[in-house]
T-cell receptor, first 109, second 115 residues
């Protein structure tokens, strides 16, 4: 398809792991990004992965990339209430960047 | 670095009025993007500049919208005349080197309400 696809909602309990999934469109994408948007703010770059990698870990964040299936995931370990936000997946291709619709993560105490 | 700076944060105006949104990109970045975000359509790219030159304006909705980048540190997005359907959050973003091969850094947006 033409769209970067994400589930719209995810709800987890504080302390659990969160996994946000994304399917992107173009196998020639060079970079794949995860952005976080808190209420009233812009999109904040969380992490990104180059297309020749299959995993990247950064503290509580783990990004997994499956190029064959064009699937990207973001795992947040020990999810906290401050992680509640909208998370956007994005792919960059030479002359374009495509964003998913965003996954709203709700963390319950 | 102060990040991408947008002004105003909020703008409320009446239909038919001219609206100007402003953006200061991160110093040293040579690509600048204007996005619009609504609940219905999500994030939409309106226009992007590279080295102050508009490269892709295919996302600009119609002639009522115009954008300029007179120098490397300033850009404006103008809507004239504004309409209620223009109500949205408008984001400016900048990136270094080549447009889409480095991450975009977003400002905090301007929330526009047209009554």
């Amino acid at each position: 398809g033409e769209d970067v696809e994400q589930s719209l909602f995810l709800s987890v309990r504080e302390g659990d792991s969160s996994v946000i999934n994304c399917t992107y469109t173009d196998s020639s994408s060079t970079y794949l990004y995860w952005y976080k948007q808190e209420p009233g703010a812009g999109l904040q770059l969380l992490t990104y992965i180059f297309s020749n990698m299959d995993m990247k870990q950064d503290q509580r964040l783990t990004v997994l990339l499956n190029k064959k299936d064009k699937h990207l995931s973001l795992r947040i370990a020990d999810t906290q209430t401050g992680d509640s936000a909208i998370y956007f997946c994005a792919e960059s291709i030479t002359d374009d960047m495509r964003f998913g619709a965003g996954t709203r993560l709700t963390v319950k105490p | 670095d102060a990040g991408v700076i947008q002004s105003p944060r909020h703008e409320v105006t009446e239909m038919g009025q001219e609206v100007t949104l402003r953006c200061k990109p991160i110093s040293g970045h040579n690509s600048l993007f204007w996005y619009r975000q609504t609940m219905m359509r999500g994030l939409e790219l309106l226009i992007y500049f590279n080295n102050n030159v508009p490269i892709d304006d295919s996302g600009m909705p119609e002639d009522r919208f115009s954008a300029k980048m007179p120098n490397a540190s300033f850009s404006t997005l103008k809507i004239q005349p504004s309409e209620p359907r223009d109500s949205a959050v408008y984001f400016c973003a900048s990136s270094g080197d080549r447009a889409y091969n480095s991450p975009l850094h977003f400002g905090n947006g301007t929330r526009l309400t047209v009554t």
